[in-house]
T-cell receptor, first 114, second 113 residues
Framework: EAQVTQNPRYLITVTGKKLTVTCSQN?????MSWYRQDPGLGLRQIYY???????DKGDVPEGYKVSRKEKRNFPLILESPSPNQTSLYFC?????????????FGNGTRLTVT | TQLLEQSPQFLSIQEGENLTVYCNSS?????LQWYRQEPGEGPVLLVT?????EVKKLKRLTFQFGDARKDSSLHITAAQPGDTGLYLC?????????????FGKGTKLSVIP
């Protein structure tokens, strides 16, 4: 089954404790992206990747890192999480640049930073 | 980043009623996508419109792209409880070198049985 898999689904952590949210897609998609979704603010892009070893900042990249060492994986790293990073996070992928093909989303990771 | 304004923000209607939600911008988009997101899940694509004036139908859902490619609407006929969810529009900026989608904040629809 074609899908985008995120782990974990739920995560509660404390300020400053490094964490990684994994994202993997099995569709051989070139484009991958991370979003955060907050009430009243909608979906905001954190980082995106056009292909392996190519990443770029989205609208809200501060406090986040990503890497794209393999085509299928695009982990999101929070080196020193803070409470304002409490949010619902979505990973998404598409066959090519998102403007030309639909995004396939994972089921989300709900992160709470205390 | 271009802005997409969606209205209304919230909509609660009875089963069987018709409704229209809107997605507007002052900027031109080369294409526009509509997604539906159900609680606990990621958004799922419903349709992509690319031509000004284009109308696409998906069962009881009718999508229209404005002639000037600055706005879009989604009309649902005879709404059912299964239509409940968050409806998101997302636009691709017009012009070369633009690779990102801009999302509206969504319309949260509740259809009451």
């Amino acid at each position: 089954e074609a899908q985008v898999t995120q782990n974990p689904r739920y995560l509660i952590t404390v300020t400053g404790k490094k964490l990684t949210v994994t994202c993997s897609q099995n569709m051989n998609h070139e484009y991958m992206s991370w979003y955060r979704q907050d009430p009243g603010l909608g979906l905001r892009q954190i980082y995106y990747s056009m292909n392996v070893e190519v990443t770029d900042k989205g609208d809200v990249p501060e406090g986040y890192k990503v890497s794209r060492k393999e085509k299928r994986n695009f982990p999101l790293i929070l080196e020193s999480p803070s409470p304002n990073q409490t949010s619902l996070y979505f990973c998404a992928s598409s066959r090519e640049a998102a403007k030309n093909s639909p995004l396939h989303f994972g089921n989300g990771t709900r992160l709470t930073v205390t | 980043t271009q802005l997409l304004e969606q209205s209304p923000q919230f909509l609660s209607i009875q089963e069987g009623e018709n409704l229209t939600v809107y997605c507007n911008s002052s900027s031109v988009f080369s294409s526009l996508q509509w997604y539906r997101q159900e609680p606990g899940e990621g958004p799922v694509l419903l349709v992509t419109v690319v031509t000004g004036g284009e109308v696409k139908k998906l069962k009881r859902l009718t999508f229209q792209f404005g002639d000037a490619r600055k706005d879009s609407s989604l009309h649902i006929t005879a709404a059912q409880p299964g239509d409940t969810g968050l409806y998101l529009c997302a636009g691709a900026e017009s012009g070369a070198g633009s690779y990102q989608l801009t999302f509206g904040k969504g319309t949260k629809l509740s259809v009451i049985p």
